[in-house]
């Protein structure tokens, strides 16, 4: 079984979603806690850190084989919690992605509390490939407003038109997994990077096999 660990309950079907038409027969178990991210962005992602590992650490004793955190505020001191089940945060592919793809990177957020740790988690990806990596950030105006009062398309126009007036990238990274349904909506030739999916298929081959 893998759990997730999401801050909003809109992200669970987004992933069941994805779980089906791409995983079927994965078994899933959803762990929600808006606090966390409230609290990150107060105190910052280190305030949290005795909250998230005991959620992880339940998930693990509910059978978790492994966990996915699709908050990428959070996602940094997830992968520290000393837990006894592998945890993944989900937007370290789309990293990695982004660095492969060239230099100039611009990450996009809703709220700025997560531009620091994706930013993070990119030049460590750099770093492991070897790659530079230019990091911009932007804050994507009122696209978090939206979001939280369930105006997800409201979320998402706005991202792309953020991701649309950039022009001078190798990629643009859509820092929250809630951004993701905005990277169908850009018109610009840059690539825009998202993180479920591919966060997803990482931890479904984190699970042990047999």
């Known amino acids: 079984m893998l759990a997730l660990l999401h801050t909003s309950p809109l992200h669970v079907p987004v992933f069941e979603a994805l779980r089906d038409a791409h995983h079927q027969g994965l078994e899933l178990r959803h762990f929600v806690d808006e606090g966390l991210l409230a609290r990150a962005r107060r105190e910052g992602p280190e305030a949290v850190a005795d909250a998230v590992r005991a959620v992880l650490g339940e998930a693990v004793r509910q059978g978790a084989a492994a966990v996915l955190c699709t908050c990428s505020t959070i996602g940094g001191v997830a992968e520290q919690a000393a837990v006894t089940a592998p945890v993944l945060r989900s937007d370290r592919p789309m990293a990695a992605a982004a660095v492969a793809a060239g230099a100039r990177i611009v990450v ?10 994706t930013t993070a988690l ?7 490939a070897g790659r530079p990596a230019r990091v911009r950030t932007r804050l994507v105006e009122g696209a978090w407003e939206c979001f939280a009062s369930g105006d997800t398309e409201g979320c998402a126009r706005l991202v792309a038109a953020a991701a649309d007036a950039v022009t001078d990238a190798d990629a643009i990274v859509l820092a929250q997994g809630s951004m993701a349904p905005a990277e169908h909506l850009t018109t610009t030739a840059v690539p825009v990077l998202s993180s479920p999916r591919a966060g997803l298929a990482a931890a479904a081959a984190a699970l042990p096999t047999g």
């Open 108 to 117: 996009l957020a809703t709220v700025e509390s997560t531009l620091g740790p």
């Open 122 to 128: 990119i030049r460590q990806e750099a770093l492991r």
